[in-house]
């Protein structure tokens, strides 16, 4: 057990629709990333927050948007959903301590996922 | 920019047979790498981690020499067991700059090992 928790693990909806997909990091940690996992894209990273701030933005579409609240769960958001948004979207959190050289060794500690299905 | 390339799978072994899974890998500078296991349902796992040349990572028999020399980071494991099939991934982590936040995975190699 990562000790990270996403909710929920299925997510079964229509075009159009928007969902919300919420994580909880591990104790103590204070980053939290979103990765999206599909057959074809392989894994790529969405967005990183750090303390409540956003800090890095990798390729999440203008439809997905992310938050990071006081009490460090995280949530993302997509919405007018495609076919193509279909995929595993994994929580990581992290125990980095701000932007020093030890923070780049921290492992990444990921949740189970939520498999998200547009139809 | 950085990337990682894995050896195309699905690789397919017998129980005790010796596995590798080639990495390599394009970075500014050294970056840390990682190995990383996805088992049937779950989430990703560290596996083992290296964070400067020649180190070596290690866990559960798995081990991965950090090359800078060849720029690779390859998983061996002398007798693997069923339990082994999985999803593997390398990664790496850069030093700094704009990506110094993520990780930037491989497409991953899926094992399967046969009793």
């Known amino acids: 057990d990562s000790g990270v928790t996403q909710t929920p693990k299925h997510l079964i909806t229509a075009t159009g629709q928007r969902v919300t997909l919420r994580c909880s990091p591990r104790?103590?940690?204070?980053?939290v990333y979103w990765y999206q996992q599909s057959l074809d894209q392989g894994l790529q990273f969405l967005i990183q927050?750090?303390?409540?701030?956003?800090?890095a933005k990798g390729n999440i579409l203008e439809r997905f948007s992310a938050q990071q609240f006081p009490d460090l769960h995280s949530e993302l958001n997509l919405s007018s959903l495609e076919l193509g948004d279909s995929a595993l979207y994994f929580c990581?959190?992290?125990?980095?301590?701000?932007?020093?050289?030890?923070?780049?060794?921290?492992?990444?500690?990921f949740g189970n996922g939520t498999r998200l299905t547009v139809t | 920019g950085n990337s990682v390339t894995q050896m195309e799978g699905p690789v397919t072994l017998s129980e005790e047979a010796f596995l590798t899974i080639n990495c390599t890998y394009t970075?500014?500078?050294?970056?840390?790498l990682f190995w990383y296991v996805q088992y049937p349902g779950e989430g990703l796992q560290l596996l083992l981690k290296?964070?400067?040349?020649?180190d070596k990572g290690s866990n559960k028999g798995f081990e991965a020499t950090y090359r800078k020399e060849t720029t690779s980071f390859h998983l061996e494991k002398g007798s693997v067991q069923v339990s082994d099939s999985a999803v593997y991934f390398c990664?790496?982590?850069?030093?700094?700059?704009?990506?110094?936040?993520?990780?930037?995975f491989g497409q991953g190699t899926r094992l399967t090992i046969n009793p």
């Open positions: 104790s103590g940690d204070l980053s």
């Open positions: 990581a959190s992290s125990a980095e301590a701000g932007r020093g050289l030890s923070s780049y060794n921290s492992p990444l500690h």
């Open positions: 927050y750090y303390n409540g701030e956003e800090r």
């Open positions: 970075a500014t500078g050294y970056p840390s």
């Open positions: 290296a964070t400067k040349a020649d």
């Open positions: 990664a790496l982590r850069p030093l700094k700059g704009q990506g110094a936040q993520k990780l930037v």
